[in-house]
């Protein structure tokens, strides 16, 4: 069978671009990361996101299902594991961040995940998670089939709860950088997005129907 990195994701169809880097230094600058903190990407891909980490001074670690993921990356540590069935390969009480995208909803037992990951991160540890948002995706959410476990804003704050997480928050989010430095854009956004034909290729367009969530937890201090 393929790999579903090199067919979903080849560089044809989703060229590299610009946008992990800003998507990685808004998510730096308003979660309060700092240079030299150990963050660990599961699902990492072909690495875009960590090496954007990287360039900020983070000590970066990836791990992915695919044995293609972190073609690119030099210097960063990606292990190969089946993150839905096996343990992390990873010491207790080990990374400052643990940060995916795109990845939970592709999960059948999130929850084992979640504990997982309770588990390698350090006490005052961040779990950053970003999902796409069943409410605005829910007709194209299939489209992959590999998704398995959609997420609502509630479900994603309560799972976070539920696996023994504190100081939970999930916001919506447009992945749209405009917005992010002119905020009132949303309700712009938000006007035109029933307009919208459901599987547009303009990103722009697309990005102001289709809405991320981030969940952010803390691992408490025993």
């Given at each position: 069978m393929a790999d579903y990195l090199e067919i979903i994701y080849d560089?044809?169809?989703?060229?590299?671009?610009?946008?992990?880097?800003?998507?990685?230094?808004?998510?730096?600058?308003?979660?309060?990361?700092?240079?030299?903190?150990?963050?660990?990407?599961?699902?990492?891909?072909?690495?875009?996101?960590?090496?954007?980490y990287?360039?900020?001074?983070?000590?970066?670690?990836?791990?992915?299902?695919?044995?293609?993921?972190?073609?690119?990356?030099?210097?960063?540590?990606?292990?190969?594991?089946?993150?839905?069935n096996e343990s992390l390969p990873y010491r207790d009480n080990y990374f400052d961040i643990i940060y995916s995208k795109s990845l939970m909803e592709h999960l059948r037992h999130p929850e084992k995940y979640l504990s997982e990951v309770f588990r390698i991160l350090k006490p005052g540890?961040?779990?950053l998670c970003l999902i796409?948002?069943?409410?605005s995706n829910y007709k194209t959410y299939f489209d992959d089939f590999t998704h398995v476990t959609p997420f609502t804003k509630i479900s994603l704050r309560d799972i976070l709860l539920i696996s023994d997480f504190t100081d939970v928050n999930v916001v919506k989010f447009r992945q749209l950088p405009i917005?992010?430095?002119?905020?009132?854009?949303?309700?712009?956004?938000?006007?035109?997005?029933?307009?919208?034909?459901v599987r547009t290729q303009t990103k722009f367009l697309r990005w102001s129907r289709?809405?991320?969530?981030?969940?952010?937890?803390k691992k408490q201090f025993p």
């Open positions: 560089e044809k169809s989703h060229p590299l671009n610009t946008y992990p880097k800003k998507l990685i230094k808004y998510l730096f600058d308003c979660y309060g990361m700092t240079a030299g903190q150990k963050i660990l990407e599961p699902g990492c891909g072909r690495g875009e996101f960590l090496d954007a990287r360039r900020l001074g983070l000590e970066c670690h990836g791990l992915d299902l695919s044995p293609c993921a972190g073609g690119f990356l030099e210097g960063i540590e990606v292990k190969q594991a089946n993150i839905e540890g961040k779990v796409p948002d069943w409410e917005v992010w430095k002119f905020p009132l854009l949303n309700i712009f956004c938000a006007m035109i997005s029933p307009l919208i034909p289709e809405l991320m969530l981030i969940g952010r937890a």
